[in-house]
């Protein structure tokens, strides 16, 4: 017969239950990141300044509120693969206006108005109730928005997140010292530099996270960041078919709502490209494949390469089966202010096969006097000896680009769907004005050399150096295997 529960083994077990219970409740433990989401979360570990360009209602927002949560409470989960705070922070939030932080980042983190005061039960923001200390700050000018509130911070102390928004203007945004910036929504780029200056002495260094779809193209801040980043700045993508939330019909009939020149921002998070996409009219989904399991050794092998400093040298390996004429594009390589010895040293595991290359690589280094082309050549590259052209000697961009649209158009040009950076290009890639706007179009480029010479590409059997002679190998050649005259035998 059981032994009866004492009243403090029964007072335990409810305790127990309302934990559980409270547990199940909580929003922020039913945070289940997407792959983009956990590459955005990963990357605060090796960048400071984060941008995670996204599509509309795809859970960029949801992401970077967890974030600021995990940040601010010290409570990580344990798959947390992210930059960490050992000690109570501040963080600021930022916004386009107050209403739109109101409805947005706020709502995330501490619900609706109201809410805070009602019945816990039904309370849905991702900051528990039991962790505030206190009662948010209420800001002035607007309803219902909250100026800054308090956090309970594991480590004993307290934590405060601070709501900014744009529309106050650059002064506004001067003078603390914070340990984390959380944008939400596009910026201006002064907002931005300012705000990052005020976490100049933070726990983490200069961190700051931005999360906005870009409906406002090339702008200051996605130029700076897609086209000049620094080494501390780097850029995560999410589209709708990234995401489960949404039936295959349902983003089918999404996509379709949206006005056309803004299909890729809202669906894609790619910017808005001028006068238009040079590869707009293509599907994106029925150019990637996944990872080829098997290549046959007739298939033929070529790379592309375009040289760069200020902008990333790149290299694309190309697969060509020649039955049908598909070429597969395998892998990626994209490197800035990189020699020619570190770039193709990042190509060791890489095949030596025919590299084609563009005629800039005809042009002599002004330090050695060694042209660019035979600088790769000396790191390794087994290159062609002639620039990249067509078979009739010509080397025009709009051609290079049409036999590209050409392929992918009758489905002879594959993309493996990891490559994410040749990806990012090819929604990028557009024109302004009828022409072709030269911006983050390395690998695209690399890409567009490697089909031009297409012709030289060879099986991987023929790019294996035979092994060099010996004067036994000869010996043994001459005389035949185990000959008499062979010294051996003498």
């Not at 004993?156 to 939400?184: H, P």
């Not at 801040?221 to 489960?244: A, C, G």
């Not at 024109?431 to 991987?460: C, E, H, Q, W």
């Amino acid at each position: 017969m059981a032994k009866p529960q004492s009243r403090v083994e029964i007072i335990r077990e409810i305790e127990l239950l309302r934990e559980l219970r409270r547990r199940g409740t909580e929003p922020h433990r039913c945070y289940h990141p997407y792959v983009p989401q956990l590459e955005f979360h990963t990357r605060g570990k090796d960048y400071n300044e984060r941008g995670f360009f996204a599509g509309n209602q795809l859970g960029k927002t949801l992401s970077a509120a967890h974030e600021a949560f995990y940040h601010a409470s010290g409570v990580y989960p344990d798959w947390w693969p992210g930059v960490r705070f050992e000690k109570a922070n501040v963080g600021w939030i930022g916004g386009d206006t107050g209403e739109t932080i109101r409805d947005t980042s706020q709502r995330l983190l501490l619900d609706r108005p109201g809410k805070l005061d009602g019945d816990a039960d039904k309370y849905t923001g991702i900051i528990p109730i039991r962790l505030l200390s206190g009662k948010p700050k209420m800001a002035s000018g607007v309803p219902d928005l909250v100026d800054h509130f308090s956090i309970k911070h594991v480590c004993g102390g307290r934590s405060y997140i601070y709501f900014k928004s744009y529309s106050k203007g650059r002064q506004k945004w001067q003078g603390d010292t914070i340990d984390w910036l959380w944008l939400d929504e596009e910026p201006p780029y002064e907002i931005y530099s300012e705000g990052l200056t005020r976490t100049n002495k933070g726990q983490n260094g200069q961190l700051s996270f931005m999360t906005f779809t870009p409906l406002l193209g090339m702008s200051k801040v996605v130029t700076k960041f897609l086209k000049e980043p620094s080494r501390q700045q780097i850029v995560t993508r999410m589209t709708i078919h990234d995401v489960t939330h949404y039936t295959e019909r349902e983003k089918q009939d999404i996509i379709a709502s949206y006005p056309a020149h803004e299909r890729d921002a809202r669906a894609e998070g790619t910017p808005i490209m001028g006068s238009g996409r040079v590869f707009a009219e293509i599907v994106e989904q029925d150019i990637l494949e996944h990872r080829l399991l098997e290549i046959p050794d007739w298939w033929r092998h070529i790379l592309g390469i375009d040289f760069g400093w200020d902008h990333p040298s790149a290299a694309v390996h190309l697969i060509h089966d020649p039955e049908t004429d598909v070429v597969h594009i395998r892998k990626t390589h994209r490197k800035r202010e990189a020699t020619p010895i570190v770039f193709a040293g990042g190509m060791l595991s890489w095949p030596k096969i025919p590299v084609a290359w563009p005629h800039d690589g005809l042009q002599h280094d002004k330090g050695s006097g060694v042209q660019i082309a035979k600088q790769y050549k000396l790191a390794g590259l087994n290159m062609l000896e002639e620039r990249a052209t067509f078979e009739d000697g010509s080397n025009g961009l709009e051609a290079g680009v049409t036999e590209m649209l050409t392929r992918m158009q009758t489905g002879r040009l594959k993309v493996d769907s990891s490559l994410v950076d040749w990806i990012d290009e090819f929604r990028m890639y557009h024109r302004k004005n009828g022409v072709i706007v030269p911006l983050v179009d390395d690998l695209l480029s690399a890409t567009r050399y490697g089909l031009m010479m297409l012709r030289f590409a060879k099986p991987l059997s023929d790019c294996i150096p035979k092994p060099k002679k010996t004067w036994r190998d000869r010996l043994l050649n001459h005389t035949g295997a185990g000959g008499s005259t062979s010294p051996m035998a003498a």
